[in-house]
């Protein structure tokens, strides 16, 4: 729990004590901001998001090419897909299969 707050201590350092951070626990994952007294709770009672390795959203340079490099083509892939696809033509598309 000491690694918790001191991750919430150096964000709200980091950002100037900004009011509200993004959540980076597994239920909210980076999607929602709250106080660091929130953060923290949440933090400690669903853990961090395992996925958010590189802490860009608070503070943490990144090394563009290191994260290209570790990018699996199949993630991007779900990525675009869960962004521009359309329900209904997944379903046709089972239909056609099936």
């Excluded at 696809?85 to 099936?98: L, M, P, W």
């Amino acid at each position: 729990m000491q690694s918790t707050q001191k991750f919430v201590k150096t964000v709200e350092k980091n950002f100037g004590y900004p009011e509200k951070l993004l959540r980076p626990c597994k239920e909210c994952q980076n999607l929602s901001h709250q106080r660091g007294n929130i953060v923290y709770e949440h933090l400690v009672i669903n853990g961090i998001n395992p996925i958010y390795t590189t802490w860009f959203h608070h503070g943490e340079e990144v090394n563009t090419n290191e994260e290209l490099e570790n990018t699996d083509r199949n993630d991007i892939y779900e990525l675009y897909k869960a962004a521009y696809a359309d329900e209904n033509d997944y379903i046709e598309q089972r239909k056609n299969i099936g």
